[in-house]
């Protein structure tokens, strides 16, 4: 059977993904940073047919073991620090595992090619995901945004995707690497961290509901995103690596949507009217803020025969009765 590695695979893609391989057949091996990963028991326990292999994106000699060990045929680079305010704080370290990470899981793909001989007619027989990101657009040089539109990152998050998503093509003409990057446009699910912003909505309104809280603050709530849902997007991911030749692919809905408009529909789905529960608060803004993306994903629609199946309206729905389903099991086991 054919077996992909999947480095970040506790966050929310690599979830998905793990399933959706499973499905098909592969064998997958899940990369986890050191035993206390609070999210490995519960991949444990969710995904029991994944095999959880021990390594580090800030360690090319892991990596290095960790690809002669398990000698993938599909690698998924997911790993990042994916919040984007937080790298900010800690812009080095977003560097480092969000933009060199991905050159060093490269770097560990082409040095076990030099030293085991391909078997592969595309030169190196590993094939590589890259996990790009809208946020590379930044500040838009052209509404909708497409394979060609030019990167103005606005982010540290942003620019180490940029160095992740350049270094990725590099490889793919230095050394004949099947390289691919999908460019993903924002893409939630009930399994999103709370820390982002459209689970701090769903939580929010959930809580509110329950009268457990009695507002909610925000950040800018004029932003534009392209949202779409998660299990949809990792289906493009496994796509890109079935086409004959490695590419790079924009993957959105072709929808723009209000931060404020998601919070309508979610507080909507409980009865309530968010302009009385939430806020905005300057301390949560940007320093640099990203006002509109909207994917061109024509190129995906093309090629790849993909388009998202979960509309903006069910995604709102379902994130929204995942968290009231949540807040009644936590209520219900501390009364």
């Known amino acids: 059977m054919p077996r992909a590695l999947i480095t970040g695979i506790t966050g929310q893609d690599g979830f998905y993904l793990s399933e959706h391989l499973l499905k098909q057949g592969y064998d997958v091996y899940g990369l986890i940073r050191g035993q206390a990963n609070p999210k490995r028991p519960l991949l444990e326990r969710t995904l029991p047919d994944v095999r959880i292999v021990d390594g580090d994106l800030l360690d090319q000699a892991s990596l290095m073991n960790i690809i002669q060990k398990v000698k993938p045929d599909e690698v998924y680079n997911l790993a990042a620090i994916s919040f984007v305010m937080l790298s900010w704080n800690q812009p080095e370290l977003t560097g480092e595992i969000t933009?060199?990470?991905?050159?060093?899981?490269?770097?560990?793909?082409?040095?076990?090619?030099?030293?085991?001989?391909?078997?592969?007619?595309?030169?190196?027989?590993?094939?590589?995901?890259?996990?790009?990101?809208?946020?590379?657009?930044?500040?838009?040089?052209?509404?909708?945004?497409?394979?060609?539109?030019?990167?103005?990152?606005?982010?540290?998050?942003?620019?180490?995707?940029?160095?992740?998503?350049?270094?990725?093509?590099?490889?793919?003409?230095?050394?004949?690497?099947?390289?691919?990057?999908?460019?993903?446009?924002?893409?939630?699910?009930?399994?999103?961290g709370p820390e982002f912003v459209t689970r701090k909505l769903t939580i929010g309104a959930a809580r509110i509901k329950a009268g457990l809280q009695n507002e909610l603050v925000m950040g800018n709530l004029e932003s534009r995103r392209d949202w779409g849902y998660a299990g949809d997007y990792v289906r493009a991911m496994h796509l890109m690596l079935q086409q004959a030749e490695p590419d790079d692919y924009v993957i959105g809905s072709g929808e723009t949507h209000q931060i404020k408009e998601f919070a309508e529909l979610a507080f909507a789905r409980l009865g309530l009217d968010y302009r009385e529960f939430v806020r905005s608060d300057p301390q949560f803004m940007r320093p640099a803020e990203v006002d509109l993306l909207i994917a061109d994903p024509s190129k995906a629609r093309r090629k790849l025969r993909w388009k998202p199946e979960v509309s903006f309206r069910r995604l709102v729905d379902m994130m929204v009765d995942a968290d009231v389903e949540a807040e009644s099991r936590v209520q219900a086991a501390t009364a």
């Open 99 to 192: 933009g060199l990470g991905a050159l060093r899981v490269l770097e560990a793909i082409r040095l076990n090619a030099a030293a085991s001989p391909s078997r592969s007619k595309s030169g190196i027989g590993i094939k590589f995901y890259q996990a790009s990101s809208s946020e590379m657009f930044g500040k838009v040089r052209e509404t909708p945004q497409n394979e060609q539109t030019p990167f103005h990152p606005r982010s540290p998050y942003g620019v180490a995707k940029a160095y992740a998503h350049y270094i990725t093509v590099n490889y793919r003409e230095s050394y004949n690497i099947f390289a691919c990057s999908g460019i993903l446009f924002n893409h939630e699910s009930p399994r999103r």
